[in-house]
């Protein structure tokens, strides 16, 4: 079992940046591959950017490439997601994931709880 919970949510206008941080919590933080998802209203939930468990791979979704950034602490637990130059689009709860398959599946088996990123423009 893990725990996550994320923080750094907030309202920001458009251009600016954000930093997202999961915090995990029960199992070895190094046996899961991380990483974050979202869901817009009306909109289904998608995968925004992780890494493998060895964390070798990282992965974007295409339209957040250069200007999300995933990175981790091992030492602190904790998972974060810098975005910069944020667009009205980027508006959703995001949400972090945690799998115990080497990769992140559509599915993760763990999710926290969400945190709501509002970009007005």
């Known amino acids: 079992q893990v725990q996550l919970v994320e923080s750094g949510g907030g309202l920001v206008q458009a251009g600016g940046s954000l930093r997202l941080s999961c915090a995990a919590s029960?199992?070895?933080?190094?046996?899961?591959?991380m990483g974050w998802f979202r869901q817009a209203p009306g909109k289904e939930r998608e995968f925004v950017a992780g890494?493998?468990?060895?964390?070798?791979?990282?992965r974007y979704k295409e339209s957040v490439k250069g200007r999300f950034t995933i990175s981790r602490d091992n030492a602190k637990n904790t998972v974060y997601l810098q975005m910069n130059s944020l667009k009205s689009e980027d508006t959703a709860v995001y949400y972090c994931?945690?799998?115990?398959?080497?990769?992140?599946?559509?599915?993760?088996?763990?999710w926290g709880q969400g945190t709501q990123v509002t970009v007005s423009s």
């Open positions: 890494f493998s468990r060895s964390g070798s791979i990282t």
């Open positions: 029960g199992r070895t933080f190094s046996s899961f591959a």
């Open positions: 994931a945690a799998d115990m398959l080497p990769v992140l599946q559509i599915v993760p088996h763990y």
